[in-house]
């Protein structure tokens, strides 16, 4: 079956950094694309970034542009979410998903999440 695991979640103080990774088995992987998204407590969960089955086309929410990078690893089955400039607004349980197109309305496997905590 699929499975979707999450790793590198944390605490850490406003203004730092965090890489998240996502590996990803039971797929073909590069026939997915891929997202992370992201629910704080309270809120609806949010798409955070996406990206396209060979790594070549991405997409970020307005909130992260600038400051979050995804990127994947086809070789490896594996997403990462490399955040910078961490904001307390940032703080959030953070999935990964695949879906079929980077255009997808409904992602159709998720991980289990990751706890991000930003101090200020």
């Known amino acids: 079956q699929v499975q979707l695991v999450e790793s590198g979640g944390g605490l850490v103080q406003a203004g730092g950094s965090l890489r998240l990774s996502c590996a990803a088995s039971g797929l073909t992987f590069s026939g997915n694309a891929m997202g992370w998204f992201r629910q704080a407590p309270g809120k609806e969960r949010e798409v955070v970034g996406r990206i396209s089955q060979s790594g070549g086309v991405t997409r970020y929410a307005d909130s992260v542009k600038g400051r979050f990078t995804i990127s994947r690893d086809n070789a490896k089955n594996m997403v990462y979410l490399q955040m910078n400039s961490l904001k307390s607004e940032d703080t959030a349980v953070y999935y990964c998903?695949?879906?079929?197109?980077?255009?997808?309305?409904?992602?159709?496997?998720w991980g289990q999440g990751t706890q991000v905590t930003v101090s200020s």
């Open positions: 998903a695949a879906a079929a197109s980077i255009a997808s309305i409904s992602w159709s496997h």
